[in-house]
């Protein structure tokens, strides 16, 4: 046993150092991805850091994703406006809010096209469009193809990503 473990100990630890690689390639990159592009809202992540909460900073900024079905807008249907809870931008409205069984408040259309931005996302092991808010960049989820009509598309936007205005 002491034989087998030997031999594999140099490669397991080969395995998590780029496993572990990977990720911070993975940090890196979406934090110049950040740095690069510029929005009518720019702020240091130190500023977002003091202005969000710890789970708002981890979803908004660091592309996090909270738990499906605990979300506060999850079941939510009262009418009126979605925000981005960053920055106040208007993303969507209520009327085109729809449950979709996933487990986040889903939309089938921003409320105007210019609310949002898309961006390829590659993490986990899979290629998704990401939605971000177009005004300050915060990432509010991601899209999918398999939305009711009329666009027949799917806006997953996480609940801690958005703040919400009655009408």
């Known amino acids: 046993m002491l034989i087998i473990l030997m031999k594999t100990l140099p490669l397991i630890i080969l395995l998590a150092s780029f496993i572990y690689a990977c990720g911070q390639e993975k940090k890196e990159s979406e934090k110049m991805k950040q740095e690069e592009r510029?929005?009518?809202?720019?702020?240091?992540?130190?500023?977002?850091?003091?202005?969000?909460?710890?789970?708002?900073?981890?979803?908004?900024?660091?592309?996090?994703?909270?738990?499906?079905?605990?979300?506060?807008?999850?079941?939510?249907?009262?009418?009126?406006?979605?925000?981005?809870?960053?920055?106040?931008?208007?993303?969507?409205?209520?009327?085109h809010k729809y449950e979709s069984g996933s487990g986040w408040p889903s939309y089938w259309q921003p409320i105007n096209h210019s609310a949002v931005k898309t961006e390829m996302d590659k993490s986990h092991g899979m290629i998704r469009n990401e939605i971000e808010c177009n005004k300050c960049g915060s990432h509010?989820?991601?899209?999918?193809?398999?939305?009711?009509?009329?666009?027949?598309?799917?806006?997953?936007?996480?609940?801690?990503?958005?703040?919400f205005k009655k009408r």
């Open 140 to 163: 509010l989820g991601h899209v999918f193809e398999d939305g009711p009509q009329p666009t027949g598309l799917r806006y997953c936007i996480n609940s801690i990503s958005l703040d």
């Open 38 to 95: 510029k929005f009518e809202i720019n702020k240091s992540e130190e500023e977002w850091k003091k202005e969000l909460t710890p789970e708002e900073y981890q979803v908004l900024r660091e592309q996090g994703t909270e738990r499906a079905f605990t979300g506060e807008y999850y079941h939510h249907k009262e009418k009126g406006t979605y925000l981005c809870a960053a920055c106040g931008n208007e993303l969507f409205s209520s009327e």
